[in-house]
């Protein structure tokens, strides 16, 4: 069994296993790379379908590409498509530095969308491999009432097993694609013909390596215009995925405690 | 090429043409105790093999200097802020990089006793460990603990790191001194380590190359025995082993849903499914979207999470465990298991927990707590309660048949979680030492059979006699008094004109259970057996009193089950000490001596009634004190 039938074949198990333990379950599609893998991950488990919601959380902010894509596989893909809104700018903390209002206003959009579709549970497309505190995270990560994140307790888990069983009120993330990382989304991504947005290419020396708001993403120097460039390209990088995102960057600790206020 | 992929508003991708095709992985986790410098090896590593992103080393300085201390390397993987401030790894967390060889999932493992369930979290996804000991503080409790959890895990290769030879002077002998100690340690739980490597984590000897600082070493560094594993491998050569996860009606298909744990599914095999023990074949492996090039699949192997139908539709569900009719798993409602506990409340015999093995779900009770293994010297000590981050031996008892395996042949089927309310409170594994496979005992092996209505009743029969007919059945430990006083109530009850027969243990295995041996599985049969027979006496209007030891529950259980209502269970009681002194037979000093094995009360468990129909204490009273108690509660019961 090769490296990508081992992620793919895990990814599957987590998936039936949340679908069948959790009621009032879905999925949130950022549009990214990530979260196109993991929709074609779902459907590989369910065999074609995807039995629940699919949520796009829209900050109005993103590449006109995205959206075209969106609209373009919501369709395709006969997904069961939510578009939620996040609250305007002006109503986040303004206290907060830029790129963390708007992360900050993200996290207000998906609790008030939790909260309007009683969602017990959502998949949500992150990797270990991103950041430092998601390499902390659970499989099935338990959320508190108002959706922190309490990482110095997090349940164990082991052999599979995962937490299943909550008080009531308690907010799950499941992550689906936890144990993957950048460039096995890319060669999966290849090998399975997945399709993706044409910003991860480059163009005039430059390319998007994650996607965010336009006005807090930025572009990588980068000449690498084809998935078989892009998987060369990670195989030699020592530049870190979330570079270009800058929420990531502004203190020390400026993830971490977005992190734990329920950013993803 | 579907027209959504050759669109060219999006970036289209050639299909079937590959650059780097994905290396091996493998997952490493590092274990050691709290201040060994696990995190600290890691960010050597790392520097050392040129696999920190950019910027990273100069984060990690600016960091320090803005806390006061000297450079940290463990600031490289304790990223939470709280971790950083304290100094300490509260949460497992990973890491990558690579060798010439192949890719690598570093796994940091928390060292303080305190955050050992994310200490159990991280190894347990690991297929191979480096355990981390101070060379100037050699052996401690955690580096004991962490080897005998890394096995309990199922992680079998491991490599030692003597960290810290800059403190001891790169001295040859506090190493060899370390390395015969744990040594010694792995091999008593059954681990022989790959590699035991002298090291500096600060300074950087024999990380990535051999040190000049310990020319007395020969063998590979961090490095090259971490290369020197061995690949993960999928047990495909195991019986087959696949729990049902769920059954999807999505369109027409009904497909069962699941992930082969263990060996190889085809096309066509017969399957069986327990503990339902109903039977089927494949009709097909189903996919979705197949890979380009690759045909559609005929059989499936031990790591692939698939979905096949059926070419019967009979009803099964989450939790039965799919294997081929000729290997089956263990059916049993009790078992044995070696825990490791995690709970916020102890662990404490009676009560209730929720068993999950795979994909089964069920509530289980704590029978016994036998022994708590002190995992530094592997010492037993008893105890009414399994604290939290002990290790105990157990017996657990569920309230219907579960298909499992032991833990030592089929490690994936033989190891579960108990949650206890909402959280993972502990894990084990199983082993079935002194207790039946009770599948043969359960399974009808004729379908063609039709019972016979009998002319008479048993009302009829009763009138006639005087007394109903029913079972007395004697349990109790060997010396009790179950013979005496099954053969004294025999007698005055004839007298008192009662139809009444002993079944007794010796005179059943001379003839109708001549063919069976002390095995635990033909133990179970000959109580079985007897069960069904006293069933019968007591159908025919007689009463059959049964002096057996009958030590285990579910065996009683199921005799009971045979007798129907007129069954009553007799618990002669009296405590081994008693009964040691008695010893009619000579067999507890037999026993005692080991010339006798798995002997009730000695070597082999007597699991008491929790509620017998009557007690009969012979330590307190005497034989015809006994015998009036038995007679009056016959008196009562049976006389018409």
Partial sequence: MDRLDQLESQSIYI??????????????????????????????????HVPFPVMHVDTEKKFPEMYDFRDRYADEWNLNFIRELCPPIEEVDQTLPPAARSASRKTAGLKAAIQKHQFNALFAGIRRDEEATRAKERVFSPRGQTGQWDFRDQPPEFWDQFKTEFPPGTHVRVHPLLHWTEIDIWL????????????????????????????????????????????????????????GRAMDHESEDAFERLRADGYL | MTKAQADTAMKVIEGGKSVGNARDLLRIVIVGHVDHGKSTLVGRMFHDTGSLPDGKFESITEMCKRRGVPFEWAFLMDALQAERDQGITID??????????????????P????????????????????????????????????????????????????????????????????????RDYLRSIGVEPTFVIPVSAREGDNIVGPSTNTPWYKGPSIIGALDSFQPKSDPVDRPLRMPVQDVYKFDQRRIIAGRVEEGVIKVGDELLFSPSNK??????????????????????EAGYSIGITLDEQIFVERGEVISHVEHSPIETDVFRARVFWLGKEPMVPGKTYRLKLGTLDAPVTVQSIETIIDTSDLSGTSSHQVERNQVAEVVMRARRMLALDEFETSPKSGRFVLVDKYDIAGGGIISMEGYADQRGLITARSSNITKVEHGIDEQARAFRNGHKGGVLWFTGLSGAGKSTLAVALEKKLFEKGYNVYVLDGDNIRHGLNANLGFSPEDRAENIRRVGEVAALFARAGMIAITSFISPYRSDRDRAREAGGDDFHEIYVKADVETCEKRDPKGLYKKARSGEIKDFTGVSAPYEAPDMADLEVDTSAGSVEECIEQLANYVEARFKM
């Fill in chain 2, 111 to 182: 060292g303080h006793k305190e955050f050992l369930k994310n200490m159990i979290t991280g190894a347990a996804q690991s297929d191979a460990a480096l355990l981390i000991i101070d060379a100037a503080e050699g052996v401690r409790e955690q580096s004991r603990r962490h080897g005998y959890l890394l096995h309990l895990l199922g992680v079998r290769q491991v490599a030692v790191a003597v960290n810290k030879m800059d403190l001891v002077d790169y001295d040859k002998e506090t190493f060899d001194r370390i390395e015969a100690e744990y």
């Fill in chain 1, 188 to 243: 999966y991504t290849q090998r399975e013909n997945i399709p993706v947005i044409p910003l991860y290419f480059a163009k005039d020396g430059k390319r998007y390596r994650s996607l965010g708001d336009q006005d807090i993403t930025n572009p990588v120097e980068s000449e690498a215009s084809t998935i078989e460039e892009i998987i060369e390209e990670l195989s030699t990088t020592r530049v870190s995925e979330r570079s």
């Fill in chain 1, 15 to 48: 998936f039936r296993e949340a679908f069948n333990r959790i009621e009032n379950i879905a999925m949130l599609w950022s549009l990214g790379k990530d979260s196109n893998v993991m929709i074609w991950l779902a459907r590989k488990a369910f065999f074609g």
């Fill in chain 2, 279 to 300: 039977t089927a074949r494949v009709e097909s492996i189903e996919e979705w979207h197949q890979v380009p090039g690759r045909k559609a699949p005929t059989q499936a």
């Fill in chain 2, 92 to 109: 497992t967390s990973q890491i990558w990089f690579k060798t010439d060889q192949r890719d690598y999932t570093i796994i940091d493992a």
